[in-house]
Nanobody
Framework: QVQLVESGGGLVQPGGSLRLSCAASGFTLDYYAIAWFRQAPGKEREGVSCIDSAGLSLYYTDSVQGRFTISRDNAKNTVYLQMNSLKPEDTAVYYC??????????????????WGQGTQVTVSS
């Protein structure tokens, strides 16, 4: 069974950090570009970051540039999102997604073949 499972979400104070993990089962991530999306209540799902299959090309949305870092460990079949200097506006459900190819349209939901179930991130004092 093909699955992506996110973990690492939680409640954190503004300025704090979290590291999200996206683990794959039933398939290998080696040949997939992986993206992190987030969705806040009442808002559309938003592309946050993307990494190509080799880990050489990284993309970030402007609002997280310099604060979030995406990485992957293909040996562990896992992709990570390190989130630092968190702000209340980062509060959302975070999803990882896998695409069989990497394109300039990485923020489009329709580009992805597999999705995880999401993990809640809440930034609040």
């Amino acid at each position: 069974q093909v699955q992506l499972v996110e973990s690492g979400g939680g409640l954190v104070q503004p300025g704090g950090s979290l590291r999200l993990s996206c683990a794959a089962s039933g398939f290998t991530l080696d040949y997939y570009a992986i993206a992190w999306f987030r969705q806040a209540p009442g808002k559309e799902r938003e592309g946050v970051s993307c990494i190509d299959s080799a880990g050489l090309s990284l993309y970030y949305t402007d609002s997280v540039q310099g604060r979030f870092t995406i990485s992957r460990d293909n040996a562990k079949n896992t992709v990570y999102l390190q989130m630092n200097s968190l702000k209340p506006e980062d509060t959302a459900v975070y999803y990882c997604a896998a695409s069989g190819y990497f394109s300039d349209y990485w923020t489009k939901v329709s580009e992805y073949d597999y999705w995880g179930q999401g993990t809640q991130v809440t930034v609040s004092s």
